[in-house]
């Protein structure tokens, strides 16, 4: 046992954890931890983001990368509240972070003292907890415990708040071992399993949908040897991409607001409808009253809490989805459906995902990004018109291989979060989709990926408006287009230049595709700026409050 101050502490502590990558920005409270950091620059890497909420995102990006805890870091007062917005993303979706801020003395606690926020206050609602410290004998065992408490069960978020004489207060310190975090089976009950198996059995139709939580448990060799087992169509969220190859034959595509048709449609025709890991979002269900009203559900989910919050279901298995699987796979019998799956495909081939090839259009650069990497990116996006392509026409082979808001739908996600993606994948292509409406929220970061020499791909989808709201405004609101309209002077060929990145403007696919074989080859920040027209459409779509089958495409209002 030795003795070390509260920031060698807190450095001792992050190198225990595995912890080799850090992003933060620094400021008067927290400059003891950064002087440390100083000194163990060769055993952890700090990127200096050009903004705290680029350091948020990009912990959070490095977190769905590796599937281990990203780590932030911020100063107290306004430095800490810019994590906010990224903290709340990965809440949303479940992303183990730790973010660690310093605060103003134990003295000036309470007083409105320069730069004092209550941080830990601030995000209670969005953390699965948050910690001020204002005792060093306490520190060493808060953030391992944070770190325990980011990776337990369901994943996410935790805060350590640490006051400034503690990062200066000298106490014992003795290493210790990382907790083995162990996935959650004291929760699964045999007569739910054997319900569930008897609902299966008796289930001509079955539909599984697959969520987030397949991802986070890597649980998709499980899955799909369970849908082939039961021969059930899957259909995902936006979050559950890659739990089913996007070229698979049972798989219909996303399902929800901008599903396709053929999920929409299939589920609704649906007897048995087994959702895993997901939480019947909004975007998901449409009309809650409506949703899967032919079918008995089965709802497998780590947190008891999302039980019947949205919907009502029939059974539920509590526990990690990827055990759980493993357990239905040895109760199961083979049950082929072949009429259930000429059904299935029937739908597919009636609806088909399609676009107008004349001009360049945001599906049209999704489907050439997929062809020139092989559908092997590392994709990552913004939110908006934008995600929607990518989710629609990229098919995804693996978990993790898409990095995307999809809870809190933050704009100026992506950027921040390719950055962490890159660090954590640098042999992989790594390309983060924007429309420009998301590319001007952070566009800095575009400095900070410069500085580092970090070749991530930014790809703008740019019709100079806000294309989603747009959309709504045009469907919804008799074509008032209030606020939408980003018409101006900013050139971000120009501008992604002046930060460092070389930067290409693409008007036609063949433009695109020359530009993007420059950007793999590049050493260097590649921004490409895609202008397509202002009008263009995310195709299916459901109303808001309406059923998912009645999900419509364009041609649906021409007729």
């Not at 450095?11 to 002087?35: H, R, S």
């Not at 990224?86 to 003395?105: E, F, L, Q």
């Not at 003292?113 to 060093?136: C, L, R, W, Y």
């Not at 195709?539 to 649906?556: H, L, N, Q, R, Y």
Request: hydrophobic residues 40%; charged residues 25%.
């Amino acid at each position: 046992m030795k003795q070390l101050t509260g920031s060698e502490i807190v450095i001792e502590c992050l190198k225990e954890q595995g912890v080799d990558t850090v992003f933060g920005y620094p400021g008067g409270c927290i400059l003891n931890i950064y002087d440390e950091l100083y000194k163990h620059q060769g055993e952890i890497r700090h990127i200096l983001t050009s903004h705290e909420q680029g350091a948020a995102h990009a912990a959070d990006g490095y977190a769905r990368a590796t599937g281990k805890v990203g780590v932030c870091m911020a100063t107290s007062g306004p430095g800490a509240t810019n994590l906010v917005t990224g903290i709340a993303t990965a809440y949303m979706d479940s992303v183990p972070i730790v973010a660690i801020t310093a605060n103003v003395g134990v003295t000036l606690l309470g007083k409105d003292s320069f730069q004092e926020v209550d941080i830990a206050g601030v995000v209670m609602p969005i953390t699965k907890h948050s910690f001020i410290v204002k005792n060093i004998h306490e520190l060493a065992d808060t953030i391992r415990r944070a770190f325990k408490i980011a990776q337990t069960g369901r994943p996410g978020p935790v805060l350590v708040d640490i006051t400034k004489d503690v990062t200066a207060n000298v106490a014992d310190f003795e290493p210790m071992s990382p907790v083995n975090i162990q996935p959650v089976t004291e929760t699964i009950e045999e007569d739910a399993l054997e319900r569930s198996v008897q609902m299966i059995k008796r289930a001509k139709r079955p539909f599984i949908l697959a969520g987030g939580g397949v991802v986070i448990a890597n649980a998709e060799k499980e899955l799909r040897a369970f849908a082939d087992k039961i021969d059930a169509a899957v259909c995902d969220t936006l979050m559950g991409k890659g739990a089913i190859e996007g070229t698979a034959e049972r798989y219909t595509g996303m399902i929800g607001m901008h599903g396709t048709k053929a999920s929409n449609f299939g589920l609704a025709e649906a007897d048995l409808l087994i959702v895993i890991g997901a939480r019947f979002s909004d975007r998901v269900i449409g009309n809650a009253s409506k949703f899967a009203h032919e079918a008995k559900i089965i709802h497998i989910d780590v947190d008891q809490a999302e039980i019947n919050k949205n919907i009502e279901v029939d059974e539920s298995i509590i526990g990690d989805a990827r055990v759980i699987l493993e357990k239905l796979l040895e109760k199961v019998e083979k049950s082929p459906k072949p009429e259930w799956m000429a059904q299935i495909q029937k739908l597919k081939n009636t609806y088909p995902m399609t676009y107008d090839k004349g001009v360049l259009t945001g599906p049209q650069i999704i489907e050439k990004l997929y062809e020139m990497t092989n559908g092997d990116a590392t994709v990552v996006t913004e939110v908006g018109q934008h995600q929607m392509w990518a989710a629609q026409f990229y098919k995804f082979k693996k978990p993790h291989q898409l990095l995307t808001s999809g809870g809190l739908g933050t704009m100026g996600y992506g950027l921040g979060a390719s950055i962490g993606a890159k660090l954590a994948r640098p042999n992989e292509t790594v390309v983060n989709i924007a429309g420009d409406g998301c590319f001007r929220m952070n566009m800095n970061e575009i400095a900070t990926a410069a500085r580092y020499d970090i070749p991530i791909i930014q790809i703008v989808i740019n019709n100079h408006v806000l294309g989603m709201v747009r959309q709504w405004q045009t469907l919804f609101y008799e074509k008032r287009y209030s606020n939408t309209i980003l018409k101006d002077y900013v050139d971000f060929v120009k501008l992604s230049e002046a930060m460092g990145a070389e930067a290409y403007r693409a008007t036609t696919i063949e433009e695109f595709e020359e530009a993007f074989q420059k950007a793999k080859q590049s050493k260097r920040p590649v921004v490409i700026d895609c202008i397509i027209n202002e009008d263009d459409k995310v195709w299916p779509m459901v109303a808001p409050g309406k059923a998912i089958e009645t999900c419509f495409s364009e041609e649906d209002l021409e007729q």
